[in-house]
């Protein structure tokens, strides 16, 4: 079996039985004894001579990101917001929307959500969302697992 892992940082690209050449600047392929996972290998590292298990803070957050769905974010914003807001915020929901359809919220494997965060953030602090509107902005996120607080 062999594993196909970023060098820097550990991550897990592939996994294979197979006796293609799988070399790629910068990751190693390492030939290893273990079978592939159960888990998906995202939960995982590989520190050269192990799987290593992800915190399940992260596991939960990748989880949550998989499962997000831009239909139920819009649809809670839809029900929450007012028609002057969401034409108020005009632009900026598209921006939301695109943090949201390419899952742009999260930078890090830290389960943060610095984009989003910090364009939420911004909208707040310079009058364009309102306390309420910001809040039901991250509601929204936080009914399907991604905290933006």
């Not at 290593?52 to 649809?75: L, P, T």
């Not at 807001?85 to 930078?107: D, V």
Request: proline share 1%.
């Amino acid at each position: 079996m062999k594993l196909k892992y970023e060098t820097a940082s550990g991550e897990i690209k592939c996994m294979a039985a197979t006796n293609d050449d799988l070399s790629e600047q910068g990751y190693t392929v390492a030939d290893v004894e273990f079978s592939i996972p159960s888990e998906p290998l995202n939960y995982f590292t590989f520190n050269g001579a192990e799987l290593v298990r992800k915190n399940q803070g992260v596991i939960d957050y990748i989880s949550a990101k998989e499962r997000f769905s831009y239909d139920i974010f819009s649809g809670m914003l839809n029900n929450a917001l007012s028609f002057a807001s969401i034409a108020k915020l005009g632009n900026h929901m598209r921006t939301l929307e695109g943090y949201c359809q390419w899952k742009n919220f999260i930078q890090s494997d830290l389960g943060n959500a610095k984009n989003a965060k910090s364009f939420v953030d911004y909208l707040e602090s310079e009058g364009i969302a309102t306390a309420e509107e910001a809040g039901a902005i991250r509601t929204a996120f936080l009914a399907q697992g991604i905290n933006i607080s």
